[in-house]
């Protein structure tokens, strides 16, 4: 069994920051891509940033130059640095990855998200 927990989300003003935490447990084996996506009420869930294992970020053009995405393949775990935070960028964040568990399976995992909320 794999679990991704997030942690790290809350209430801030604009212009402040906040990291989000995503770290992957149990039968894990090898992550792939770790990314980070958001969704705002009444909206779909957007990509906010990826990271592949061993590749290059990509970010959603509506957080470039504001949001860092890293990992610590060590930890299993993905960070999501958020500065300049607007209040458009209030949603529930989900961290996701494709994991290659013990078993030799491999799929796609969600956490269970956490709320940002960023006051004007």
């Known amino acids: 069994q794999v679990q991704l927990v997030e942690s790290g989300g809350g209430l801030v003003q604009a212009g402040g920051s906040l990291r989000l935490s995503c770290a992957a447990s149990g039968s894990v084996r090898t992550i792939y891509n770790m990314g980070w996506y958001r969704q705002a009420p009444g909206q779909q869930r957007d990509l906010v940033a990826t990271?592949?294992?061993?590749?290059?970020?990509k970010y959603a053009d509506s957080v470039k130059g504001r949001f860092t995405i890293s990992r610590d393949n060590a930890k299993n775990t993905v960070y999501l640095i958020m500065n300049n935070l607007k209040p458009e960028d209030t949603a529930d964040y989900y961290c996701?990855?494709?994991?290659?568990?013990?078993?030799?399976?491999?799929?796609?995992?969600w956490g269970q998200g956490t709320q940002v909320t960023v006051s004007s």
């Open positions: 990271l592949p294992l061993g590749g290059t970020a």
């Open positions: 996701q990855a494709n994991i290659l568990n013990s078993f030799y399976r491999r799929a796609d995992y």
